[in-house]
């Protein structure tokens, strides 16, 4: 029989805490818990030391795409044995962007960590997810913006299972006239398909209203993210691919977005089920995001959580108001005391 204990530590598990429950990995038995920002997995069974170690390494994989970041590593055991953790690889720590409450898709649970979640997981290339991982870590921090994009934007290919890309092609050309001007290519059908199933739906579903902010049609927005992978790639001119992203704000809006839609590919390929509640205060929270630093405005918001900070902003300059009010009638009364004497 060998054993695994693992602990780690996460500011996003604080807020989304996880009653101990097991389930059964590989012949396995896999335990599962939180306290306050920890989280404790252990892993038992009569498989081998490496056995146990790739399950350790997909369940964390798993929580990496349902909470948005990995939690962090404090110790692990085997057999008993502390095993030295000092050389984990960089796409473990993952930037603090991305350890933000909305970015949550799935908790985990019973019925979010099952073993045929796991085995679909792995029937997914594992190249595409690393490198995505990589992008977020703590590492790609000091990375220039364009660069990480366009490695985002190579990484939508990887995901794209290219069975149905006749289909795709076809689709884009049916429904975008404007498609007909040119060639519809493999890279388009991918960009379509991700859009399509994890952005366009619930843009339409719940009147987001992100794309008119960006001053963009559905075709458009695909164009975009396909010129400036194919202007960053090929080193083109810069007079071509004028659609491409060019402003620093948009990268990092567009990589947002980005960010999220694999994710959600990935959770549905896995067949978890996902509220559909916190897909839409995620999109509305970018929506209100840009309004910020595109429009410098706060109306109209939708995002909770955007209405929540600016209920406590208004709170906090009210009671601003009220100690200066105070400060203001202590210092009348000093100076009316002083005539008096």
């Not at 970015?103 to 019925?111: K, Q």
């Not at 995620?282 to 909770?304: G, R």
């Not at 009010?325 to 004497?341: A, R, T």
Request: aromatic share 12%; hydrophobic share 35%; net charge positive.
């Amino acid at each position: 029989m060998n054993h695994i204990s693992a602990k780690y530590s996460s500011k996003v598990i604080l807020r989304h805490s996880i009653s101990k429950f097991d389930v059964k990995i590989d012949n396995c038995k896999v335990e599962i818990e939180s306290q306050q920002e920890k989280l404790y997995v252990q892993i038992s069974g009569r498989r081998k030391e490496e056995k146990l170690k790739k399950i350790l390494s997909d369940l964390e994989t798993l929580f990496f795409f349902y909470l948005g970041s990995f939690p962090m590593l404090e110790s692990i055991q085997i057999n008993g044995n502390t095993v030295d953790i000092s050389k984990r690889a960089n796409k473990f720590k993952t930037s603090n962007n991305f350890l933000k409450d909305n970015l949550v898709i799935c908790d985990i649970n019973a019925n979010t960590v099952t073993e045929e979640k796991i085995i679909e997981l792995r029937k997914i290339r594992s190249y595409p997810i690393y490198s995505f991982q990589c992008l977020l870590s703590q590492s790609y921090d000091s990375v220039i913006t364009n660069h990480k994009m366009t490695l985002l934007l190579h990484i939508i290919d990887g995901m794209y299972e290219k069975k149905t890309l006749a289909i795709e092609k076809q689709t884009i050309k049916d429904k975008y006239p404007e498609s007909n001007k040119g060639t519809v290519g493999d890279y388009m059908a991918a960009v379509y398909w991700l859009c399509n199933n994890y952005f366009f739906k619930y843009h339409k579903k719940y009147a987001c209203e992100i794309m008119p902010l960006l001053k963009v049609t559905q075709y458009k927005f695909m164009s975009r993210l396909a010129e400036t992978r194919n202007w960053y790639s090929h080193f083109l001119k810069e007079s071509q691919k004028p659609l491409r992203i060019v402003k620093g704000r948009d990268f990092i809006i567009y990589f947002e977005l980005i960010c999220y839609m694999i994710r959600l590919s990935v959770i549905d390929r896995i067949g978890t089920t996902v509220d559909e509640n916190r897909i839409k205060e995620f999109y509305y929270t970018v929506h209100d995001w840009i309004l910020a630093i595109v429009y410098d405005t706060d109306e109209p918001l939708k995002s909770n959580t955007y209405k929540i900070e600016k209920q406590w902003n208004e709170f906090i300059r009210e009671i601003e108001k009220l100690q200066k009010e105070k400060m203001d009638d202590d210092e009348d009364i000093d100076e009316l005391q002083v005539k008096n004497d």
